[in-house]
């Protein structure tokens, strides 16, 4: 049975909470994520995500008898915006928390404002593990980092038939795609793989075949593939223009959701490792919550596999309003303490913050759940 703050969660509006008018102004969350620019279509995926959490709650009574707002900021995949973007939502919106903003670099480019104004940021996506190792405490992550994501994986290699004896990386040449590939290659090295060579190319390329060209001339058997979905969906049908003929592997929970509608030639299966598989709700941690978001999503006739990021949004956004209520008013401070106190079922899973970072100056650091969808011929499936 669900209890009664779960059922809140599951976006099933309980009569008691029902509202037919606002006792005070809205409480405002700002939030930053890349919603034009290279990696825009995974931003817009997570704001969704952010917007219909809000829907749902509001349907439910808010927080503290008053409805919630969302303010959203175009980051425009750029370090420089991002920043900018805090300015505004800080200075202008006066927001008492943040969450954002999809890409490491832009995430570590925001850190030292929120220092500056003393406002906390839920991380929905970002994962260089320096985000909650540098000693911010108004950082509280609830995506994993590449580490965690690594080690995660490495536990499911028995799996993979052939066995994955080398690999290389083709990773995007920013902190997402540069920590992604050193994570993944202790891990994979732990469990004796042997490591090959990497590649990399710019968040704006538009044309990977010199890359997977000189990936082509190594014994490597699989490639890891580090990107957003524009590059992912580029690699892979380029991958199979040139024939390579290599297993592929992409990391950080991006879903190249364009080769279901125009999927590869047959023969041509791919590895993705999502943070939550929106095929299969029933096989969440908390099957009520993630099907009433996948339901919440399917409303917009928004596309299917943008559930696989959209959910970041929806479980930042209950995350944020759990510790407003915890904290009995919006205000920054009382928000920032509240989230240590946080401990909620999202679409995830549980979210609950370990402290990681220097004593004293801590960052909030959640554990996360991962699973790896098998994608062939338009058509998905579980390992």
């Known amino acids: 049975m669900l209890n009664r703050r779960t059922a809140l969660l599951a976006g099933l509006a309980l009569p008691a909470l029902q509202r037919t008018a606002w006792a ?91 220092l500056e104004y003393k406002v906390p940021m839920v991380v929905e996506t970002s994962s260089a593990s320096r985000i909650t190792t540098s000693g911010n405490p108004y950082v509280f992550r609830i995506a994993p980092t590449s580490a965690m994501e690594a080690v995660a994986f490495s536990t499911q290699l028995g799996k993979f038939t052939p066995a994955m004896r080398k690999v290389d990386f083709l990773s995007v040449n920013n902190d997402f795609g540069r920590g992604a590939a ?38 490597a058997d699989t490639i890891f593939l580090t990107t957003g979905v524009e590059q992912q969906t580029l690699a892979l049908r380029q991958a199979v223009e040139q024939r390579l003929g290599k297993r592929f592997v992409t990391t950080g929970g991006s879903f190249p959701d364009a080769l279901i509608a125009n999927p590869l030639p047959a023969g041509n299966t791919s590895f993705h490792i999502l943070f939550y598989a929106p095929w299969f709700p029933e096989r969440a941690p908390y099957p009520a919550i993630a099907e009433a978001y996948t339901a919440e999503w399917n409303k917009n006739n928004w596309e299917f596999a943008g559930l696989t990021e959209g959910f970041r949004g929806y479980d930042a956004v209950l995350t944020v309003v759990e510790a407003i209520r915890l904290a009995g008013k919006p ?38 759940n991962v699973a790896i969808v098998t994608l062939s011929e338009g058509k998905t499936g579980l390992l």
Request: net charge negative; proline share 5%; hydrophobic share 45%.
């Open 24 to 114: 005070a102004d809205p409480i405002k969350i700002g939030m930053t994520q890349p919603l034009t620019g290279a990696v825009a279509a995974s931003g817009n995926y997570v704001a969704n995500g952010a917007k219909i959490a809000v829907e749902v709650l509001n349907r439910a009574g808010g927080v503290l008898g008053r409805p919630l707002e969302l303010i959203l900021e175009d980051n425009k995949s750029n370090p420089r915006e991002a920043v900018a973007a805090v300015d505004k939502l800080v200075l202008r919106d006066r927001v008492p928390v943040l969450i954002g903003a999809w890409s490491s670099t832009y995430t570590l480019a925001i850190m030292p404002k929120l």
């Open 182 to 219: 050193e994570k993944f290659s202790e891990a994979l090295a732990a469990k004796g793989v042997t490591i090959g060579r990497t590649e990399t190319m710019t968040p704006e390329a538009t044309d990977l075949s010199a890359q997977l060209a000189a990936l082509k001339q190594s014994d």
């Open 331 to 368: 205000e920054a401070e009382a928000i920032r303490e509240a989230l240590w106190k946080v401990d909620i079922h999202g679409v995830n899973g549980d979210i609950r913050f370990a402290k990681e970072g220097p004593a004293g100056q801590e960052s909030g650091q959640n554990q996360p």
